[in-house]
């Protein structure tokens, strides 16, 4: 039996060589890293998260009633470079001018560097955009059964602008319940949707165009998907327990269709255990 005390963070995650998802969960005292748990291994067990009533900014470990963002306090959402505008808008960004929106040498390191717009299959087929080295991440955080690169740029900005030119013919969004229950309202192959775009590439932007064409499957750690899948946050049950029927995205699959997501849960202060 595991029994543990931790401040929630986004579980890490990578794939293995058979393209199964693997996922660990950070152990961490209110900003402080201790190492993580492999999370595959409790598919199956019963497994119990009690909310101790505590919230930590996960910038600036500051005790908080609420969190903005994903586990940050408010002043930190306005200043942090953890929610800086080109995040959620990678056009915004200007690092690659010298200009940092929030934080000179965090840009540098997170938005001045190769980046990849793809396609990935989650509840349809959407794109997005990434850090080259963070793909397989980002795709297995999206709860994507398979993905596609579709154009490899030298910093975040550019691949935010050919993202923006394909939001005009295809989504960037997903419906986590639709991901959930394995739902996908478009199956049009993603090799077969990567050429369809490709179309809409102007001539100035083909240099930027990924040729590889390689499609990468992911499976997941699970016994069974909900049929219907229910939301449940700690800020309104604070012990949550029940079988651990899987791990897609950033959810837990529990039993009776429940699921927790524990990413929007960061900052949060549990206890967790699993039998």
Not at 243 to 254: D, S, V
Request: glycine share 6%.
């Amino acid at each position: 039996m595991t029994n543990i005390t931790t401040n929630l963070r986004k579980m890490t995650t990578s794939l293995d060589d058979n393209g199964l998802a693997t996922y660990h969960l950070p152990l961490v005292n209110i900003v402080e890293f201790s190492g993580s748990l492999s999370i595959n291994e409790w598919v199956g067990k019963l497994v119990k998260i009690q909310f101790t009533g505590n919230i930590h900014c996960v910038a600036t470990g500051k005790k908080i009633k609420k969190t903005y963002g994903e586990g940050l306090s408010y002043d930190a959402f306005l200043t942090s470079p953890l929610s800086s505008p080109s995040i959620v808008h990678p056009e915004l960004s200007r690092i690659h001018e010298g200009i940092a929106l929030r934080d000179f040498d965090w840009e540098q390191k997170h938005h001045n560097q190769p980046h990849y717009v793809y396609l990935s299959r989650t509840s349809s087929i959407k794109v997005g955009v990434t850090r080259s080295t963070n793909l397989y991440s980002r795709w297995i955080d999206q709860g994507a059964t398979e993905g596609i690169r579709i154009s490899e740029t030298p910093y975040r900005q550019l691949a935010g602008t050919i993202e923006v030119l394909l939001k005009e013919y295809i989504a960037d969004k997903t419906a986590w319940q639709s991901m959930l229950k394995g739902e996908c309202s478009d199956m049009t192959e993603l090799l077969e949707k990567k050429n369809q775009l490709l179309e809409h590439f102007p001539e100035d932007l083909h240099a930027f165009v990924d040729d590889n064409d390689i499609v990468q499957k992911i499976a997941y750690p699970t016994l069974q998907l909900p049929l219907k899948p229910k939301s449940v946050k700690l800020d309104t049950t604070s012990a949550i327990e029940g079988r651990l029927m899987g791990i897609k995205g950033q959810y837990w699959l529990l039993d009776d269709d429940r699921v927790i997501n524990i990413r929007s849960h960061a900052g949060y202060e549990v206890n967790l255990s699993h039998s």
